[in-house]
């Protein structure tokens, strides 16, 4: 099971699939919603079908930008930048 500490799961429902794009709700909520790709949705998925839907912090992927936007800053300003601050995505 996913620590709670890092991830977090909610209840969607498919409320309109048009044009490649399905319409979830938040199942307890449904002024909360937002569309998102059918590709990126389970085969077969049908209006009225039920998700549940994990969110997981990605550290690895966090650090990995945060070090590939310091290399880009350090190149552009070739090291020169005295005042160069570290920064946080």
């Not at 048009?18 to 979830?24: C, H, S």
């Not at 449904?30 to 039920?50: M, N």
């Amino acid at each position: 099971m996913d620590d709670p500490a890092t991830s977090s799961a909610c209840h969607l429902v498919v409320d309109s699939l048009t044009e490649g794009l399905a319409r979830l709700v938040l199942h307890d909520n449904d002024r909360v919603y937002f569309d998102c790709p059918v590709s990126l949705l389970p085969a077969g998925l049908r209006e009225g079908d039920h998700l549940r839907v994990t969110f997981t912090l990605d550290e690895d992927a966090r650090l990995r930008a945060q070090a590939e936007v310091k290399a880009l800053l350090r190149e552009l300003t070739q090291g020169q930048d005295p005042d160069q601050k570290d920064f946080y995505l």
